[in-house]
């Protein structure tokens, strides 16, 4: 999994060679640009409750929602550092953004729940909370998405590919994406 520095180094040399995409990295640079240093301060950890091996000789996926220990105070820090960087690079949504700031700062949003559809993909408690803020569901997603996948990437940092030896299937072997 390439770290932080090489994604951001990747999205640079992007916006040199093709410039379509000039207008857009700055924003993704902007949130590898946050993430960076703090991939391990998401609120997010991984503790297995079953046998890995198990797992992956049944070919499911390492993380099951149950596995996700959510830190209730940090979590939603973070989430609110990217909304700030949203904020600040995005060229819209401000309004919606600052809807879901809110829900976090009040603690209306279990961002554990949240985590949790993604990484089952269950779409009601995604579109049931985006109802209820009146914002757009796929932005409520990507949000809650960024921590997630920082999170099991490092998470996946422990796992070489020979302990997916035989692994078929078209997902990936980590969260089932």
């Known amino acids: 999994m390439p770290s932080t520095e090489q994604k951001i180094s990747a999205l640079q040399q992007a916006a040199k060679s093709s410039p379509e995409y000039a207008d857009i990295v700055p924003l993704f640079i902007g949130i590898y640009d946050y993430i960076r240093g703090k991939e391990h301060q998401t609120g997010i950890s991984v503790t297995l409750s079953h046998s890995d091996q198990k797992r992956v000789e049944e070919n499911t996926p390492l993380v099951k929602y ?27 949504n401000t309004d ?57 990437e490092d998470f996946s940092a422990g796992y070489g590919v020979d302990h997916f030896v035989g692994w078929q299937d078209g997902f990936c072997p980590i969260c089932g994406s």
């Open 66 to 92: 149950s596995d996700l220990m959510v830190n209730q105070e940090q979590a939603p820090t973070f989430l609110l550092g990217i909304i700030d960087v949203l904020v600040r690079k995005g060229q819209e």
């Open 96 to 152: 919606y953004l600052q809807h879901i700031r809110i829900a976090l700062q009040n603690g209306a949003i279990d961002p554990s729940s949240i985590y949790g559809a993604i990484l089952e993909r269950r779409r009601a408690p995604i579109d049931a909370i985006s109802t209820v803020l009146a914002v757009p569901a796929p932005l409520v997603e990507y949000i809650f998405e960024i921590p997630l996948k920082t999170a099991l």
